[in-house]
C-alpha cells in the first residue's frame, strides 16, 4: 500500500464550485504539506501542519484554506474555484517533531484539478 | 528571500552520455539540499539528499550530487544515462533549524531530461 494517498488522482470543475482535495499518510509523521505545482514554476508551498494543532501559511496560500482532521489526514480546501488554480496538487508528509534537523519530505502522487 | 535556480530548463542527451544539472541557491547560512526526481506522470521521488558531512553524495539509480559551499551549489551528476533517466529533476534547499517556518522546501523550477536511444 502506498504510504501517501491522495483523493481524487483527477477533478474537473467549474469556477466558483468548492473543492476538497484529501491526503491520508501512513507513515506516521508528524508534518505534512500541500504544493500546487505548475509547469516551469517547479513547486509552490500552500500550506503545511507539523501537527493537528499546528497550520501556517506557505508561499500561496491565498485562495485555499487547510484541515488537520487527524495525524493522519490533512485536507486542501478551494473554497470557490477559479481557472487559475489548474494545476497539480501534491501532499507530502515529512518526519517527526523529534528529529527535526534531518527531516525529508515524501510526496503523494498527486491531484490533476482542472478549474473551468 | 530564499530562492533556487536551476539553469537549464531542458537538456536532451543521447545514451551513455554524462549528466550534470546545476543547482544554485541563495541562503547563505546552513542548509539541507535535496534532489527529487518526476518521472512522466509520476509523482516526486528522493534521488538524494545532503545534511552534513560529505560534501559528495550517492542516490539511488547511480546519480551523485556534490555540495559547494563556497559555489552555493548542490549539482547532480551521473556519468552515463539510460533512457529510463527521461524525467523532470527538481533541487530543493530548505534552512538548517533556526525556528518556526524554517522546514520549508524551496523548490527549483525544475530541469526536463530527454534521454534519446
Known amino acids: 500500500d502506498a504510504d501517501v494517498t491522495q483523493t481524487p488522482r483527477n477533478r474537473i470543475t467549474k469556477t466558483g464550485k468548492r473543492i476538497m482535495l484529501e491526503c491520508s499518510q501512513t507513515?506516521?509523521?508528524?508534518?505534512m504539506y500541500w504544493y500546487r505545482q505548475d509547469p516551469g514554476l517547479g513547486l509552490r508551498l500552500i500550506y503545511y501542519?507539523?501537527?493537528?494543532?499546528?497550520?501556517n501559511k506557505g508561499e500561496i496560500s491565498d485562495g485555499y484554506s487547510v484541515s488537520r482532521q487527524a495525524q493522519a489526514k490533512f485536507s486542501l480546501s478551494l473554497e470557490s474555484a477559479i481557472p487559475n488554480q489548474t494545476a497539480l496538487y501534491f501532499c507530502?508528509?515529512?518526519?517527526?517533531?523529534?528529529?527535526?534537523?534531518?527531516?525529508?519530505?515524501?510526496f503523494g502522487p498527486g491531484t490533476r484539478l482542472t478549474v473551468l | 528571500a530564499q530562492s533556487v535556480s536551476q539553469h537549464n530548463h531542458h537538456v536532451i542527451l543521447s545514451e551513455a552520455a554524462s549528466l550534470e544539472l546545476g543547482c544554485n541557491y541563495s541562503?547563505?547560512?546552513?542548509?539541507?539540499l535535496f534532489w527529487y526526481v518526476q518521472y512522466p506522470g509520476q509523482h516526486l521521488q528522493l534521488l538524494l539528499k545532503?545534511?552534513?558531512?560529505?560534501?559528495l553524495v550517492k542516490g539511488i539509480k547511480g546519480f551523485e550530487a556534490e555540495f559547494i559551499k563556497s559555489k552555493f551549489s548542490f549539482n547532480l551528476r551521473k556519468p552515463s544515462v539510460q533512457w529510463s533517466d527521461t524525467a523532470e529533476y527538481f533541487c530543493?534547499?530548505?534552512?538548517?533549524?533556526?525556528?518556526?517556518?524554517?522546514?520549508?522546501?524551496?523548490f527549483g523550477k525544475g530541469t526536463k531530461l530527454s534521454v534519446i536511444p
Open positions: 507530502a508528509t515529512g518526519g517527526r517533531l523529534a528529529g527535526l534537523s534531518t527531516d525529508t519530505q515524501y
Open positions: 507513515k506516521g509523521h508528524d508534518r
Open positions: 501542519s507539523f501537527d493537528v494543532k499546528d497550520i
Open positions: 541562503y547563505g547560512g546552513t542548509v539541507n
Open positions: 545532503y545534511f552534513s558531512g560529505d560534501p
Open positions: 530543493a534547499v530548505r534552512k538548517g533549524y533556526s525556528g518556526a517556518g524554517s522546514y520549508q522546501l524551496t
